[in-house]
């Protein structure tokens, strides 16, 4: 009894750390890195071409023939923690 709760236990907390990393948006330097972006995927690029305070992101809006749709838009930065 006292291993199948240790084993949900762990199960949980393992399934908490997938979803914050899930979460979690990634940021890259240059467009061009992106190679495979998702419908509904959102990455942050910091190629300075936003205003100060601001970071574009990227979202994966459709699909296409050619592929997936991307569009863009200048976002407030957060703050890291």
């Known amino acids: 009894m006292l291993r199948l709760g240790f084993v949900a236990l762990v199960s949980v907390a393992a399934l908490g750390a997938m979803a914050q990393s899930a979460a979690a948006e990634q940021s890259y330097m240059r467009e061009g890195d ?31 023939q050619n592929g997936v749709v991307r569009t863009s838009s200048c976002v407030p930065r957060l703050a890291k923690k």
């Open 34 to 64: 992106i190679v495979d972006l998702r419908v509904g995927q959102r990455v942050l690029v910091d190629d300075g071409s936003c205003p100060a305070g601001q970071i574009k992101q990227l979202v994966g809006s459709r699909l296409s």
